[in-house]
Each structure stands twice: as C-alpha cells, then as structure tokens.
C-alpha cells in the first residue's frame, strides 16, 4: 500500500473501532433518536460515514459497489442536489447491524486504497456529480476528517441521551 493510502487506512481504523465503542451499547431507540434541533440521529449518521466510503471507492476503483452493499448504505435513495438532506436510517437500527454495514463499507474502501499506485495521486473525481474535480489525495485527507466530524456529532447526541436518563 503507498504511503498516503496507509495514513488514511490507519486513520481510518482509528475511526471505525471509536465508531464501534460509542455506538456498541446502544440501543434501536437510543440509535434512532434525533435531539431538538438536529437533523440525524447516529444511525444515519454512521449509514452516512458508510455510504460516502463507499461512493469514495466507487470513484477510485472506477466502477459501483455491489448493488446490496449500495442498499445496505442508503446510496439508493441520495439524492445528488448539494446541501439536501442525507437519508434517514431505516427504524429498528441495532448497533450490531450498523457496525456490520460500516465494517462492509470499510472493506470496499480498503481494497481500493490497497490498489492504488504512486500515478494514482495525479488523478482528479468530482466532489459531487457535476462539481469540480479534486485530487485524490483530497479525499484520502477527507476519509479521516469525515468520521472524525461525525464521530463528534454521535458524541453530542450521546450527551442528549444521558440528559433523558
């Protein structure tokens, strides 16, 4: 693996097993509740971090993931127009099922790093359908940076949990 794909897979594993730990004990209510004043609860947002691992190895790879993973990550129901909301997950979530998709889209997102090469860095992806094209180190840097947001977005709704006990 070149270097800047291990920086990232690292970073990401670092993400995946604090994911795994916030989330484990929670349960299908705890995962789909939504505090005033947001917009997701953590199960959306772990389906998130999934799906755009996901739709990141799709642009690197150069082909789509298998349509049940697709599903399994909401993919099929985006849609593409900037700033619109992400899609709700499903009711009756567990953390366990949540974990599974996450590791899932972990795996596709490796096998594409693992397959990139030095020349790959020079390659650009649109951010977005029609949006302006970025190197692919951007999205290694965005990998990490995602979950990382995210994983303080579950953190906070953790708070509103503890506040309703």
């Known amino acids: ?5 291990r ?12 994911i795994q730990g916030a989330i484990r004990d929670l349960t299908p209510e705890q995962l789909a509740f939504v505090p ?15 799906a755009t691992e996901v739709v990141v190895a799709e642009q690197v790879l150069g082909r789509r993931a298998a349509e049940d993973l697709r599903r399994a990550v909401l993919l099929d129901r985006y ?12 009711p009756g979530e567990t953390a366990e099922s949540l974990i599974g998709k996450l590791e899932r889209a ?25 949006g302006r094209p970025q190197p692919l180190t951007f999205f290694l ?7 990382a947001s995210h994983y303080g977005q579950i953190a906070l709704i953790k708070r509103f949990l503890r506040q309703d006990t």
Do not use: K, Y
Not at 43 to 50: K, N
Not at 106 to 129: I, K, Q, S, Y
């Open 7 to 18: 920086a990232c897979s690292e970073q990401l594993a670092f993400g995946l097993r604090t």
């Open 79 to 90: 849609t593409p127009a900037p700033g619109a909301p992400i899609p709700a997950a499903d």
């Open 141 to 147: 840097q965005l990998l990490p940076f995602h979950i």
């Open 106 to 130: 972990r795996a596709e997102v490796l096998g594409a790093l693992e397959a990139l090469t030095p020349a790959d860095l020079e390659r650009t992806f649109p951010f977005r359908p029609g």
């Open 1 to 5: 693996m070149i270097a800047e794909a």
């Open 36 to 50: 005033p004043g947001l917009a997701n609860s953590i199960a959306t947002l772990v389906l998130h971090v999934a």
